[in-house]
């Protein structure tokens, strides 16, 4: 309908011009101040591109289980590993060595991290032990396991449900039955 196309002005006053409808009192206000018209794009959107995603793509093909378990929890002040080896990289590269030997170091400086926080997770498991607590939870989980978590069971009734479904299934046989008429298999309420 092309009637419809535009914003609320250009539509607002074709209704009012065809009769369709009263002017409204804010028509007048707008018209001598109209809202901006924010330029549209031709489909032709630039794709933004930082100078370390190919460093980026590297380490995520070499490194499949650094990526982020739950990318909605993503934190600004703490850039993912491979954004961190992407830069480090490119400050390596910066500084004058080579780019294979820059990757080779970032690659090495993101092992010894990653072994330290394992060593550090090892102390806190064996503190937990000591102090009869609850473990941390790990750090890193292996690929696999990582994958069975974002896999999600299907929903199931638990029992407590099922408890209250028949409560109501037997409160409603007991009221069906209290009525004059009424017979406890009238209507199927809800069968299982």
């Known amino acids: 309908m092309s009637w419809m196309k535009?914003?609320?002005?250009?539509?607002?006053?074709?209704?009012?011009?065809?009769?369709?409808?009263?002017?409204?009192?804010w028509l007048?206000?707008?018209?001598?101040?109209?809202?901006?018209?924010?330029?549209?794009?031709?489909?032709?959107?630039?794709?933004?591109?930082?100078p370390e995603d190919p460093y980026v793509r590297r380490f995520a093909r070499k490194h499949p289980e650094?990526?982020?378990?739950?990318?909605?929890?993503?934190?600004?002040?703490?850039?993912d590993p491979a954004r961190v080896?992407?830069?480090?990289?490119?400050?390596?590269?910066?500084?004058?060595?080579?780019e294979d030997d820059a990757m080779s170091v970032a690659n090495m400086e993101y092992l010894a991290e990653r072994k330290e926080k394992k060593k550090a997770?090892?102390?806190?498991?064996?503190?937990?032990v000591l102090q009869d607590k609850a473990?941390?939870?790990?750090?890193?989980?292996?690929t696999k396991k990582e994958m069975q978590t974002q896999e999600k069971k299907p929903p199931t009734d638990p029992p407590s449900v099922r408890r209250l479904v028949n409560q109501l299934k037997q409160q409603k046989d007991v009221l069906l039955q209290d009525k004059p008429g009424g017979s406890a298999?009238?209507?199927h309420w809800i069968d299982e």
């Open 28 to 50: 007048k206000a707008m018209e001598a101040s109209p809202p901006p018209v924010f330029p549209r794009s031709n489909g032709n959107l630039k794709k933004i591109v930082l």
């Open 121 to 128: 997770y090892k102390r806190l498991k064996e503190l937990a």
């Open 85 to 98: 080896y992407g830069c480090r990289v490119l400050e390596l590269t910066k500084n004058g060595i080579s």
């Open 185 to 187: 298999n009238q209507d």
């Open 135 to 142: 473990p941390p939870p790990k750090p890193y989980l292996s």
């Open 66 to 79: 650094a990526k982020l378990v739950e990318p909605n929890k993503v934190s600004a002040f703490i850039p």
């Open 6 to 25: 535009g914003d609320l002005l250009s539509k607002t006053r074709r209704l009012v011009g065809g009769l369709a409808t009263r002017e409204p009192v």
